[in-house]
């Protein structure tokens, strides 16, 4: 991502002391939530394969972000383990989280009102919590972003009571204001400790890898000891490609990542912060869930071609996961991987050969890929070696 030097002490770039404090088991804890509502996202698409559906994936995801977004900023900015009462506030919020992802196959139906008010409240608490926790100069950040982070939640709600285009109408202009108001009004205020900002995002993709997992696992079914050899097969290729993601972003990319946010000076470090994380890694997440929706409907029956959609969730998720990382290095640094953009293009340019052939050929296909790319970048990557001092 960058050549900046990660050794530099944050107090000679940011104002926020090195003496951070570890990623917390209430934190993780939180974190667990989003396993279940992934695997609920994935499963909400498996019902409605339309592209509505896919529209509506999206939306759900972009709202399951935001609150993981919103939450991650809080724990960062407070003592989870120092102080009881936001301890237990934040498990609080856990729970709100688990009834969203409850409701998030019927969010646009018979739980969108659950869905709406259980979100609502989580948000409320976040705001409440940074009202009364948080420093001064933080707060006043927050009352700032408020109108943005209550109004976008409470559209939510009212959507609840409408359906069809006009529903969606009120998605779209909630998800605008909420995600939209950190941009507009800035985040002048907060200030962010980066190793410990950083290792959340780390978390939060290892929970989306896993989701891939789990899918298999949900897509080859109950009766696993008649299981045929292709989808024996179909599985270790598909274990393989998460592999293969894992590698592209943990190996050298997101150490690029923090060794910027680390040199930042703090004004910077919280924009970067929102511009590299709380933005642009949502299209890395969302790519990660989409190949593990494409990757639980080739389990599920190898030797069938892949219909339209679960083929662009595949390839077109892979894409997306890797313009991501692309946008994330061009935000901080201002170049771009002209090979990610080229394994980006190639695995789009694929879609129609995938839907002709039976899908374990297909995931083998993806498979070479990007196995190719973490070969290559390994290898040959100048900025991989600048980054890990090779």
Known sequence: MSTVNSDMPPSESGDVSDSEEPVTPVELFFDLVFVFAFVQVTTFLAGDLTWIGVARAVALLAVLWWGWVCYTWLTDAISTEENVPERVAIYAATAGMFIVALAVPT???????????????????????????ATPETRDAIFRLA???????????????????LQGVLWILALVIDYGVAYV??????????????????????????????????????????????????????????????????????????ANL???????????ARDTYSYLHFPIVVGIIFVAFG??????DPQ???????????????????????????????????????????????????????????????????????????????????????
């Open 262 to 272: 680390v040199a930042a000076d703090q004004s910077e470090r919280a924009k970067m």
């Open 147 to 165: 109108p943005g982070f209550l109004g976008g939640p409470i559209l939510l709600v009212v959507a609840s009571f409408l359906d069809g285009p």
């Open 304 to 390: 069938v071609s892949l219909e339209v959609i679960p083929a662009v969730a595949l390839c077109g998720g892979g894409a997306i996961y890797l313009l991501g990382d692309v946008a994330c290095r061009l935000r901080d640094v201002g170049t771009v991987s002209k090979p990610r953009l080229v394994v980006a293009l190639v695995a789009c340019a694929i879609i129609p050969v995938i839907l002709q052939v039976p899908s374990i050929v297909a995931l083998a296909g993806v498979l070479v890929l990007f196995v190719a790319l973490a070969v290559f970048e390994t290898i040959y990557s100048a900025n991989r070696r600048s980054i890990r001092g090779m």
């Open 295 to 300: 990757l639980k409907k080739v389990v599920a």
């Open 185 to 258: 009004r800035g985040v002048a205020g907060f200030q962010i400790h980066a190793e410990h900002f950083v290792e959340r995002h780390r978390d939060i993709v290892i929970i989306a890898l896993g989701e891939s997992v789990l899918a298999m696992g949900l897509g080859l079914g109950d009766d696993l000891l008649v299981l045929p050899p292709e989808s024996i097969i179909a599985a270790f290729l598909g274990i393989v490609l998460a592999a293969a993601l894992a590698w592209l972003y943990f190996d050298y990319v997101t150490l690029g990542m923090e």
């Open 107 to 133: 969010a646009f139906e018979d739980g969108a009102l659950l869905f709406g008010i259980a979100y609502f409240v989580v948000r409320g608490l976040h705001v409440a919590l940074y009202a009364t926790a």
